[in-house]
């Protein structure tokens, strides 16, 4: 029988998101409603040396701090059902301004894999990346494409089954928000321990910063916990 894969697709829109997931699946994905709102909801399957890969198609964001509908979707998806890997499409042109949101994943805990597509159009910029230093650095895969002829897939497959396998470690970023900023975070993640089943469930460190942040969909999370 095969094993069961499931990951997530997250990106800036015109990161080439929906080519990548379009390669991955084929023909073999639908479209529905997130429950609840009206954000359009993609999966899709695809087969890999013996494993059957769930693939989600996330909704393009630029952050996960969940102003809008399509962030709070993406959060909660990544947050509470804990795919296998988050792949991360990300356009290696404006490299800078996408690895906001990788970052952002990184404190999340989330088992990342960063797909550096549109490497053609940074080389025709002459640009030159690093792919192993920018692994090292964010302490996760890098996977090199360029999706609109399906350069990289097989790669991002073999790294998708590393990490869900933990072949490969994915190091969990902390972010030092200097001393002050850090004595609070200590002092909430304490609080936050303390609930034994709300902490297996989040990280109680991405937690504390988001109180702190003051991040409405957070604080109503705790609340129901300590009112329920």
Known sequence: MAKKIIIALAGN????????????????????????????????????????????????????????????????????????????????????????LAVQLLEMGAQLIVALNMMDEANSRNYRINVEGLSRLIGAPVVPMVAKRNQGTMELLERIVEVAENKVRVKELVINYGREAEEEIAKLERLISQDGEFSRKYSSRWLAVKLLEGDEEVIKKFKEVKVG
């Open 13 to 100: 829109p015109n990161s080439g998101k929906t080519t990548v997931f379009n390669n991955l699946t084929g023909a073999r994905q639908h479209v529905g409603n997130w429950p609840g709102v009206t954000v359009e909801k993609k999966e899709g399957t695809c087969s890999y040396k013996g494993y059957n890969i769930k693939v989600v198609d996330l909704p393009g964001v630029y952050s996960l701090t969940a102003y809008s509908p399509d962030e709070v979707v993406a959060r909660n998806f990544i947050v509470e059902e804990k795919p296998d890997a988050v792949v991360d499409i990300v356009d290696a042109a404006n490299l800078e301004r996408n690895l906001y």
